[in-house]
């Protein structure tokens, strides 16, 4: 059995070795988000970090030209005027896109030879909470580095980067961004298969995908339920999409589906449930993927990458074919960042975050449902038989709301987290984390004995709250 691991991870010290003293006060593990209209999520420090950015990367002669895509919140239409003043007032050509997937906004990126791209999205959060992702010319997010660059910036110096009254960027709206990610998308699917007779429920999360994904479904042949695509800048993520599965569950049994999919706000994770309405999480699809790409002689690095989070089952069923599982801290920019420096074709996380980087730069909700229809239909298969891979290992993830600074620092809470780990012993994985996102302790404890899992985890949580 693989050993326990608690994570205050080896990224996060190689953050800190760049950063020295300095702390990283705007950005998290996926870019900056937080509740609107407080700070960092205010349109003053969306106009920062455009003209930080756009000072950063303009390099060269040429005319730059920064892509900016959204989701559906109410609060888009205040952060993209923000964001695109701070680019146009550095020089830089501001391409908008609209309500577009994260996955969409790094592929024009690159299509389009742009310098950066942002998405305003803050991904599977309520609607009242935005954030700021930023990808390279390469389409893959920054690294800490660069991100650590931009902040240094947008709190010193950001007259210097100005440019004339005569230089200033000139702001548009891109037509067609919708129909090129579509045919993108379609491109992804094997040549000459197609879906007719198969009947999809799609729930859009009433989030970034609420056009596109359905109509790639239906232009393949699909007949298309769809769900969750009725924005109304409020309702993202609000009981639907890949965090509520349980409406696109129902829908498939109610429609007698084949499958359903789940995205969410910013569709680049999904959630599958298969035709008896059983959900089916992001290990398990990486696992059929692997499996199929394994077969097909597609599958580089001799397996996948994953997180601490990932199930044991996973790494049994991938050791069962030979293929290996490389762990990474949680994060799908860490995933990536192992996967290209180390020949991976295929990463993920247990959200749903499925990386397939022979298509994608980053997570793509809706590829990789297409990756795992190809499966269903030329395996000739029910879902529930193609998608159930492996007995998942009883796994159990609570998290707790904590105040206080570096709550996993307490001397108390430490020791919970030793006595858990003696009570587990060889036979079971303890992981505990801060979220990067929210002001969360994340406890995640599996094993074979799924009671001795539930008190492991409930012990350690209940320590927490005390002392957080």
């Known amino acids: 059995m693989r050993g326990i691991e608690t994570i205050g991870s080896t990224t996060r010290k190689r953050i800190e070795s760049v950063e020295g003293c300095m702390s990283r006060k705007y950005f998290g593990t996926d870019g900056i988000r937080g509740t609107v209209n407080t700070a960092p999520m205010t349109a003053d420090i969306a106009m920062r970090v455009g ?5 950063i990367f303009r390099r060269g002669d040429h005319r730059h030209r920064v892509v900016i895509g959204k989701d559906t919140r109410l609060s888009g239409y205040m952060l993209e005027p923000a ?10 050509d501001a391409i908008m896109v609209g309500p577009m997937p994260t996955p969409a906004v790094a592929m ?21 909470d935005n954030g700021i992702k930023l990808f390279g010319p390469d389409g893959y997010k920054l690294s800490d580095i660069v991100e650590i660059d931009i902040e240094r910036l947008m709190d010193n110096g950001l007259d210097e980067g100005l440019v004339a009254p005569s230089d200033l960027g000139r702001a548009s709206r891109l037509a067609d961004a919708e129909g090129r990610y579509i045919e993108f998308a379609k491109a992804t699917v094997p040549a000459g298969l197609t879906l007719d007779g198969v009947k999809v429920v799609i729930d859009c999360s009433n989030g970034a995908a609420y ?20 924005p109304d800048g409020f309702n993202i993520n609000d009981g639907c999409g890949s965090t509520a ?17 789940a995205l969410d706000g910013d569709a680049d994770r ?18 059929l993927i692997a499996d199929n790409w394994h077969t097909r002689g597609l599958l580089k690095g001799g397996g996948l990458v994953a997180t601490s989070m990932s199930n044991l089952g996973l790494e049994r069923f991938l050791a069962g074919r030979g293929l290996s599982l490389a762990r990474t801290d949680v994060g799908d920019r860490y995933v990536v960042e192992h996967m290209r420096s180390h020949g991976f074709n295929l990463g993920g996380e247990q959200s749903g975050h499925i990386v397939m980087s022979d298509y994608s730069t980053t997570g793509d909700g809706l590829i990789a449902a ?5 499966c269903i239909v030329t395996s000739g298969n029910a879902a529930s038989h193609v998608t159930r891979c492996f007995e998942k290992v009883p796994q159990l993830l609570k998290s707790v709301r904590f105040s206080v600074e570096n709550p996993l620092e307490h001397d108390r809470i430490q020791a919970a987290i ?7 012993g060889n036979h079971g994985r303890l992981v505990i984390r801060k979220s990067g996102t929210e002001p969360l302790v994340r406890v995640m404890a599996e094993g074979d004995d799924a009671d001795l899992v539930a008190h492991v985890v409930h012990d350690i949580c209940q320590v927490v709250e005390a002392a957080a």
């Open 418 to 424: 030793e006595q858990g780990k003696m009570r587990l």
């Open 370 to 374: 297409l990756q795992i229809l190809a």
């Open 51 to 55: 003209m930080a950015a756009g000072r």
């Open 83 to 92: 964001l695109t003043a701070g680019f146009t007032a550095t020089g830089m």
């Open 245 to 261: 599965p349980e409406r696109m569950a129902k829908a498939v049994v109610e429609h007698g589906a084949d499958l359903g999919i």
């Open 211 to 230: 056009k596109v994904a359905p109509t790639v479904l239906w232009e393949l042949g699909a007949d298309v339920v769809r769900i969750g695509v009725d």
């Open 270 to 287: 999904l959630i599958l449930a298969d035709e008896t309405g059983r959900i089916v999480d992001g290990d398990q699809l990486m696992a």
């Open 108 to 128: 024009l990126t690159r299509s389009l030879r742009a310098d950066l791209g942002v998405m305003i999205s803050a991904s599977h959060n309520p609607h009242h």
